[in-house]
């Protein structure tokens, strides 16, 4: 029989199951994990600790917890996650936009905010998953059309999802697209400012030594960036030179060990200059920007 609980009470409870079972962050997670279930912020299970709560939610509450205790991340159970100071709608089909990729983000968009208050953009986002880099683009620049294209449908649905949920949608064009493919670029525009993409990187062989939530419940294509992680840089690279207008950006997120191989992948094209490096508060590279010569 599930007893008559308080938030305060259950709340513990979640805590200390959590850390129990070595999960990290475990106060944290708990909190969001409740405040899902009660759809309420995490100030409300503070001001309200006392309030006694159903045994509907006790055993939602306690079910969850276990998801979570099986290594189901966070984001998947409450199907959110902020990035750029943005509400993202995720499921198992897309990768749960992290820190990381701001840094690419933050980029372009300071690269192009005053142009883009005078000229209308155009910008690619290659492998577009759960929508992060197209949606946040096209919110935070003024005049800019973003093509979001990725060979997942599902993670398709959940891009165009997001664009609606962040009043962008009319600004985004999603294309179902293998980039691989011979002739995959023939369905996007020529000439375009910008060709952004945040890849797969990890060497297959190192994906079964991810942390569970990773490699258990991330999405696999979006992770395998075959043998060595550098699969699809030659042909982002390559592909890129015919979809940019001179002058116009690449913009790669990379691996934390990648930054230096896929700088030299991009001189060696020929086709671009101002190949840079871009790295993070803990001085690792992980972004790598060039303009097309």
């Known amino acids: 029989m599930v007893m008559e609980s308080t938030i305060e009470l259950l ?5 200390n199951e959590l850390k129990n079972n070595s999960v990290e ?12 279930i009660l759809n309420c912020d995490r100030l409300y299970l503070i001001t309200y600790a006392d309030k006694k709560i159903d045994t509907q939610i006790v055993v939602e509450y306690k079910q969850v917890i276990k998801q979570r205790i099986k290594g ?4 998947y159970i409450i199907g959110k996650q902020e990035f750029m100071s943005l509400p993202f709608y995720v499921t198992k089909d897309v990768l749960i936009p992290r820190a990381d990729t701001e840094i690419l983000v933050e980029y372009v968009i300071e690269k192009y905010k005053q142009e883009a208050y005078d000229n209308q953009l155009t910008a690619i986002d290659i492998g577009t998953g759960s929508g992060c880099i197209a949606v946040s683009l096209a919110y935070y620049l003024n005049c800019i059309t973003v093509w979001g294209v990725d060979i997942s449908s599902d993670a398709l649905a959940v891009a165009q999802k997001n664009a609606t949920k962040n009043n962008v949608q009319q600004k985004i064009r999603f294309v179902k697209q293998d980039i691989l493919q011979p002739k995959a670029n023939q369905m996007l525009p020529t000439n375009v400012d910008i060709v952004v993409s945040n890849p797969p990187y990890i060497p297959a062989r190192t994906i079964k030594t991810l942390q569970t939530e990773v490699k258990t419940y991330e999405p696999y294509h979006a992770l395998d960036g075959g043998s060595d992680g550098l699969l699809f840089y030659p042909i982002l690279i390559k592909r890129a030179i ?3 207008k001179p002058a116009g950006l690449l913009a790669l997120e990379v691996g934390h060990d990648q930054s230096i191989l896929v700088k030299d992948i ?6 671009y200059h101002n190949v840079t490096v871009h790295k993070d508060l803990a001085g690792i590279g992980r972004v790598v920007t060039a303009e097309k010569g």
């Open 11 to 15: 709340l513990r409870q979640g805590i």
């Open 72 to 75: 189901m991340p966070v984001q």
């Open 242 to 244: 015919k979809q940019l």
């Open 25 to 36: 962050n475990s106060v944290l997670d708990a909190q969001l994990l409740l405040c899902h």
């Open 266 to 271: 991009i001189e060696q094209s020929g086709a």
